[in-house]
């Protein structure tokens, strides 16, 4: 039986920043917009409805991991891995209770998702929210997994970021705005750049049990140079915000943090070498998140 360290490493905590980074952009992109036409809305509902899309976030984000674990470890994907714990595939839980996991999270991030509509009063959200579940199971679930036809990259940079990032906005303001898609498109971006890090560790694996990831479809070094865009890209998409909003200048501070990841990528870190750039990459998405709400509230 699996201990509750083993859970919580079986959910995946250095992907988490991919929850709340979205939500902090989205934020942000709110409070820009409150302030450029001068909304009417308290900053109570502000905090509220962004605390719950963060819940929304987190649980789904939860969901898929514990999903993608059940999913891999029954199909035998994961027998022979060299990346982080993985609690089917190492017979530390049951794939039942691995499942059971998946679906709990995930119905925590309906229900929060419910919740998170009726404070805005927008109900066409439910579709874009059970989408966004369904997403999640489907990625590595069911008979023709999303995740093993190289469409991975694809549904995280829709549900991770242009989902995640104006779906927030659009719960506190009602409103969308070009400022909320660029920083949707960007978040997006790195986003991907986590799981790209992921798949292209695990290139050797999938070719074996057929999972034919984008990674696997790119081979290994077109993978490497998608990393580095995913990566780079976002500080670039963000210059139009920088121009007409200067204090979105502080995403910079985060360029460093790319480095690091970029530099490892590039010169070829292979296997368990990848997991500190899994880490350092997440680490990237979070505060150049945080920055940008900080550059946007201002």
Request: glycine share 12%; proline share 4%.
């Amino acid at each position: 039986m699996a201990t509750f360290f083993q859970w919580v490493e079986g959910s995946r905590p250095r992907t988490w920043p991919a929850a709340v980074a979205p939500v902090a952009a989205g934020t942000g992109a709110a409070l820009q917009q409150i302030g450029h036409l001068g909304l009417d809305v308290g900053a109570g509902t502000v905090v509220a409805r962004a605390l719950v899309a963060l819940g929304v976030a987190l649980a789904l984000q939860i969901g898929v991991n514990y999903a993608n674990d059940y999913s891999d470890g029954v199909r035998g994907t994961d027998d022979d891995r060299v990346g982080p714990f993985r609690l089917t595939g190492s017979r530390a839980a049951a794939p039942g209770a691995v499942k059971r996991a998946a679906v709990l999270a995930l119905g925590i991030g309906g229900v929060l998702g419910v919740v998170l509509t009726a404070m805005a009063g927008a109900w066409w959200m439910l579709v874009v929210g059970a989408a966004a579940v369904l997403a999640a199971w489907f990625y590595t679930g069911g008979t023709r997994p999303y995740g093993y036809m190289g469409l991975g990259e694809v549904f995280v940079f829709v549900f991770f970021g242009l989902v995640a990032v104006m779906g927030t906005a659009y719960a506190i303001t009602l409103r969308f705005s070009w400022v909320a898609l660029l920083a949707a498109c960007a978040i997006g971006l790195l986003a991907v750049a986590v799981l790209v890090t992921n798949n292209l560790r695990d290139i050797p694996s999938d070719t074996v049990s057929g999972k034919h990831t984008l990674a696997v479809r790119l081979g290994d070094r077109r993978t490497r140079l998608l990393f580095a865009a995913c990566t780079l890209l976002p500080f670039v998409l963000l210059i139009p915000v920088m121009v007409v909003q200067w204090p979105t200048l502080l995403v910079l501070l985060a360029l460093p943090l790319a480095v690091v990841p970029v530099r490892l990528v590039l010169a070829g870190a292979a296997g368990r070498a990848l997991i500190p750039v899994l880490g350092g990459t997440g680490r990237l998405e979070l505060v150049f998140s945080l920055l940008l709400l900080i550059g946007l509230a201002v």
